[in-house]
């Protein structure tokens, strides 16, 4: 490889203090979350007067067969019957008669019997119950919710932010890119794509526009060779200064992670290791991780400063 990176500036050092902001946590949500895990331990006692979220027994009268019943189980609130119909059953008593409209028909509904549902406050017991890895209290359940929403959050909120720092560091660095090493970066993506291609029954400079539907945005082979000669040079500079940075962190490709990688994408697609092995040379395996690691560590930046809150 000729192409080489003379100097790197250091992607820490890129102000992103115009992009930052408050996380925004749905609580909702995270209150959901946190009910899933009393769901388990909730139990029903018999109750006097019916309430929303109460399991009620009626019995159904009207003229309309659907609903002729003698033990009809309703929660109200739920909208079996229509939640609004449901909620006139709020305040009834076993022997209490009401008369509901259901789906255009005139139903007399006499409650027979109500049960309630006991929900417990969360407790650690139920979140060791889990058994996720390093959550064994109602705190840290709760942290772990909020981290999971985080993350989600970040994922929408992250991508201009991410190139914004890319495109400052390339503009800081000094990098050389080699025509040859450009042209390897197109050779390998396009061979990639070949090889797949044929496994799934396609030869790739054939395929038409409703083959490609759905696979790769582009409609012709020919876009599809114009759009990887695009994206070559950034996807070089970026394994670039993945190398250059894992001079100084450790990171390291291992002939270990490529078999696994290999083995996984491959059951994927439903092939084998070795029907999946020509789309990925390890040259080609070992340019993505470095690439992906540089990527990372960018990402990693920004998770760490984007919110002024977590």
Sequence with gaps: MRSKVYSMFPLEQVDITPFRRHPEIDGAKLQKELDRAVYPYIT??????AA?????????????????????????????????????????????????????????VTVTDILKRCVPPLEDRMVAALGIDGVQTVGQYRAYLRKQALDEQFTNDSYEVIQAVLRTVRERSEVLI???DWQQSVDWDLNRLTVISRLDGMDLKTMTARDFDGRIPVKSYYELVAMLQRDAWQNTWQMLMGRKLAETDGFAVTREGYETFLKENAEAWHFTAEDYRPAYPYEYYEAIQYRVHYY???????????????
């Design 178 to 180: 080699d025509e040859a």
């Design 296 to 310: 990372d560590a960018v990402s990693g930046y920004i998770r760490k400063h984007l919110y002024w809150e977590e």
């Design 52 to 108: 929303p979220g109460d399991v009620v027994t009626c019995r159904m009268e009207s003229s309309d067969p659907r609903f002729r019943r003698d033990a009809a189980k309703i929660t109200v609130g739920a909208g079996l019957l229509g939640k609004d119909e449901e909620y006139k059953l709020v305040g009834a008593r076993v022997g209490t008669a009401r008369t509901l409209c259901c789906r255009g028909s005139e139903v007399t």
């Design 44 to 49: 029903w006692e018999k109750g006097d007067e």
